[in-house]
């Protein structure tokens, strides 16, 4: 898991018309909250959180006012929808050998029964219990060989030392489904299964 160090700031102004400064600055207005503290305001460099951000879950030392360091993981992440660019973040404070709950995305490796099968993902990504400084960046499941109606559940999923569901055992995280008639006689419509999927 890896650690990234971003200095940070105190900020005192509230609303919208100091958060459209912030951002002009390229920077980004946020909050870190957790442990019963007060919810502190931070401005961040926008363009450095931007990179970290590309890590799901990333672990983040923040620097504050170059006065103290916090460890803490992204909660929320509120982007400009058209856009794309950091609009705010909440931050969650953590502590060395902590447990925290997160998701993390579920990879799928391998190619399936021949025949045009489809792989849905029903959980994009796992709820999982981990040490705050040891969250695996994703989980991969194979998928190799899969038939239609084949589907693997949380269970099945073969997780890091140290991390634990924190989900239902038997919740099904991948599925797949058989390939649709691509074509129907005329005069006839195909009729498309839906596959009822139960969490």
């Known amino acids: 898991m890896s650690e990234v160090k971003i200095a940070a700031e105190t900020r005192s102004e509230f609303g919208k018309g100091a958060a459209r400064r912030i951002r002009r600055d390229s920077k980004v207005p946020g909050v870190l909250y957790g442990h019963g503290s007060e919810p502190l305001h931070l401005t961040l460099p926008g363009h450095e959180l931007l ?3 590309r890590t799901p879950n990333v672990l983040i030392s923040l620097d504050i006012d170059g006065k103290s360091n916090e460890l803490a993981i992204p909660k929320a992440v509120q982007r400009d929808p058209l856009k794309g660019f950091l609009e705010h973040v909440d931050l969650l404070l953590v502590k060395r050998g902590e447990k925290v709950t997160v998701e993390v995305p579920v990879q799928a490796e391998g ?7 489809l792989l849905e993902h029903v959980l994009a990504a796992l709820p999982v219990e981990a040490e705050a400084t040891h969250i695996p960046e994703a989980v991969t499941v194979s998928v190799e060989g899969l038939q239609a109606g084949a589907s693997i559940h949380a269970k099945d999923i073969v997780l890091p ?38 969490a």
């Open 161 to 198: 030392s140290g991390v634990t569901l924190a989900v239902d055992e038997d919740a099904v995280v991948l599925q797949v489904l058989a390939a649709q008639a691509e074509e129907a006689p005329e005069g006839e419509s195909a009729e498309g299964e839906e596959a009822a999927v139960e």
């Open 51 to 53: 990179l970290a951000l």
């Open 111 to 117: 190619e399936l029964a021949p025949g045009g099968n």
